[in-house]
């Protein structure tokens, strides 16, 4: 048994160490029983980030269910529910740090129920460890997380395959697990992935080597995480500026001011830089830059700032601000590539609302030419409807343009989400342009003219 008075000598980071480190999002995915919140509730006890007091009700709920060590996925199964089914329903989020890095985990939901909040957890993640029990392997479920991963452009996967110590720790049962997994994920154009063996709930290769598996050499899982590369650098990205609030605050002390507020979803905005307005395709200079009520000459990602222009022109929000020459394609029709959340069906014709950034229009589904099959990554042709956790290629008609990027050129303006107008349900979350690498889109026909009812 792990002692239970370790965490006590772990001394918080300073200041000056936080700010010297750099950050990580990750998530974590995998099956029902798969052993995620136990992966994370180890991974936080043997770095030394639970605090005494939580530690302390984690054994005190074990004691009572009988059991004599810490059941530490209890450190992330917050909700009643998830403690008494044994299970995780909502996505638990926690942040923690070592002097190497500092992290953000978002511990996602394994059944394929609850699948959406898969959705939710990976889509900011620049790494995703997919969790696979090493006595069933890679199964229905492991392959749609890797899909999903993918389709979200997560750039770093990690496979632990977990509960080793059930398969005697063979090196065999391990490497064609692996092996398996990386031709699949591979194969959807996952940029790298990287195979750990362990044994989560002993500890085996999660932040400590393990002296049960010495043919492995490769990280802990700890170690890969603190060591893997990540970019935040979003300021060499398209600048792009949503719109989210006009002011114009008309008094005695600025009688002209009128400034267009939001957060910067990428790149960098310069005085004197010029810019168009999107959709109207109206053109101007930006004449100065208010950062928290002071001028500034620059501002990048993801500061949130007011721009003010020469000109003026007819801006609102949901307006793109984006560089002259650096423009988005703007249009009324879409395709794209969307994971059904809802629990109601999507079909073609239905009424919907799309959201991007800080835009919502009426819109309308017209096709769906296809459904990824999560086997064989082939497409089904015209299912005519998208299900739960289904994958499928829409073609969407707008009721008015949107200025909308490629999701493989920013996660940030080339992502959208589908919503009900009747009650303000998310239906589905989507990724313009072409899905995964590896993948054949399918041909997208034209959008049909007859919209009765929604005036577009």
């Given at each position: 048994?792990?002692?239970?008075?370790?965490?006590?000598?772990?001394?918080?980071?300073?200041?000056?160490?936080?700010?010297?480190?750099?950050?990580?999002?990750?998530?974590?995915?995998?099956?029902?029983?798969?052993?995620?919140?136990?992966l994370v509730g180890r991974l936080l006890h043997d770095s030394k980030s639970v605090l005494t007091d939580q530690l302390e009700a984690v054994e005190r709920v074990s004691l009572g269910r009988g059991q004599e060590a810490p059941d530490l996925a209890?450190?992330?199964?917050?909700?009643?529910?998830?403690?008494?089914?044994?299970?995780?329903?909502?996505?638990?989020?926690?942040?923690?740090?070592?002097?190497?890095?500092?992290?953000?985990?978002?511990?996602?939901?394994?059944?394929?129920?609850?699948?959406?909040?898969?959705?939710?957890?990976?889509?900011?993640?620049?790494?995703?460890?997919?969790?696979?029990?090493?006595?069933?392997?890679?199964?229905?479920?492991?392959?749609?997380?890797?899909?999903?991963?993918?389709?979200?452009?997560?750039?770093?996967?990690?496979?632990?395959?977990?509960?080793?110590?059930?398969?005697?720790?063979?090196?065999?049962?391990?490497?064609?697990?692996?092996?398996?997994?990386?031709?699949?994920?591979?194969?959807?154009?996952?940029?790298?992935?990287?195979?750990?063996?362990?044994?989560?709930?002993?500890?085996?290769?999660?932040?400590?080597?393990?002296?049960?598996?010495?043919?492995?050499?490769?990280?802990?899982?700890?170690?890969?995480?603190?060591?893997?590369?990540?970019?935040?650098?979003?300021?060499?990205?398209?600048?792009?500026?949503?719109?989210?609030?006009?002011?114009?605050?008309?008094?005695?002390?600025?009688?002209?001011?009128?400034?267009?507020?939001?957060?910067?979803?990428?790149?960098?905005?310069?005085?004197?830089?010029?810019?168009?307005?999107?959709?109207?395709?109206?053109?101007?200079?930006?004449?100065?830059?208010?950062?928290?009520?002071?001028?500034?000459?620059?501002?990048?990602?993801?500061?949130?700032?007011?721009?003010?222009?020469?000109?003026?022109?007819?801006?609102?929000?949901?307006?793109?601000?984006?560089?002259?020459?650096?423009?988005?394609?703007?249009?009324?029709?879409?395709?794209?590539?969307?994971?059904?959340?809802?629990?109601?069906?999507?079909?073609?014709?239905?009424?919907?609302?799309?959201?991007?950034?800080?835009?919502?229009?009426?819109?309308?589904?017209?096709?769906?030419?296809?459904?990824?099959?999560?086997?064989?990554?082939?497409?089904?042709?015209?299912?005519?409807?998208?299900?739960?956790?289904?994958?499928?290629?829409?073609?969407?008609?707008?009721?008015?343009?949107?200025?909308?990027?490629?999701?493989?050129?920013s996660r940030r303006t080339g992502s959208f989400l589908l919503i009900d107008p009747a009650d303000g349900t998310t239906l589905a979350a989507g990724m313009a342009g072409e899905a995964f690498a590896g993948t054949e889109a399918a041909e997208e026909?034209?959008?049909?003219?007859?919209?009765?009812?929604?005036?577009?």
């Amino acid at each position: 048994m792990t002692s239970t008075t370790e965490p006590d000598k772990a001394q918080p980071l300073s200041t000056e160490q936080l700010s010297a480190t750099t950050l990580l999002r990750f998530a974590t995915a995998g099956s029902v029983d798969d052993g995620k919140s136990t992966l994370v509730g180890r991974l936080l006890h043997d770095s030394k980030s639970v605090l005494t007091d939580q530690l302390e009700a984690v054994e005190r709920v074990s004691l009572g269910r009988g059991q004599e060590a810490p059941d530490l996925a209890l450190l992330t199964d917050g909700l009643r529910a998830e403690r008494e089914q044994g299970i995780t329903i909502d996505v638990a989020y926690r942040y923690f740090a070592t002097p190497r890095r500092r992290f953000i985990l978002a511990d996602t939901p394994g059944h394929v129920q609850y699948t959406r909040n898969m959705v939710t957890g990976a889509s900011t993640a620049d790494l995703a460890v997919v969790l696979v029990d090493a006595r069933n392997g890679v199964i229905e479920q492991t392959r749609r997380h890797a899909a999903v991963a993918a389709l979200l452009r997560v750039p770093h996967v990690v496979l632990a395959v977990n509960k080793m110590d059930l398969v005697a720790y063979e090196e065999t049962v391990f490497a064609k697990i692996a092996e398996e997994f990386t031709a699949y994920a591979s194969e959807l154009g996952v940029p790298e992935i990287t195979a750990i063996p362990i044994s989560a709930l002993a500890g085996d290769n999660v932040v400590e080597p393990s002296s049960n598996m010495d043919w492995y050499g490769g990280p802990t899982v700890l170690e890969h995480l603190e060591t893997v590369p990540v970019s935040h650098d979003l300021t060499s990205c398209h600048a792009r500026l949503p719109v989210q609030y006009v002011i114009r605050p008309q008094t005695a002390e600025h009688p002209d001011y009128r400034g267009y507020a939001g957060q910067i979803a990428a790149g960098t905005f310069r005085v004197g830089e010029s810019v168009t307005v999107l959709p109207s395709g109206k053109t101007s200079k930006i004449a100065g830059i208010d950062l928290l009520g002071t001028p500034v000459d620059v501002a990048w990602t993801p500061q949130s700032v007011t721009l003010l222009l020469e000109s003026d022109i007819d801006i609102a929000r949901g307006d793109l601000i984006v560089p002259s020459g650096d423009q988005p394609p703007t249009s009324q029709d879409i395709s794209a590539t969307v994971c059904h959340v809802a629990d109601t069906a999507l079909n073609v014709g239905q009424r919907v609302l799309l959201k991007h950034t800080t835009r919502t229009v009426k819109a309308i589904v017209k096709e769906i030419p296809s459904r990824l099959t999560l086997d064989d990554l082939s497409q089904h042709p015209d299912p005519g409807v998208l299900v739960a956790n289904d994958i499928g290629r829409v073609v969407i008609r707008t009721a008015e343009p949107i200025a909308l990027d490629t999701y493989a050129a920013s996660r940030r303006t080339g992502s959208f989400l589908l919503i009900d107008p009747a009650d303000g349900t998310t239906l589905a979350a989507g990724m313009a342009g072409e899905a995964f690498a590896g993948t054949e889109a399918a041909e997208e026909p034209q959008a049909a003219a007859d919209d009765e009812g929604w005036d577009f």
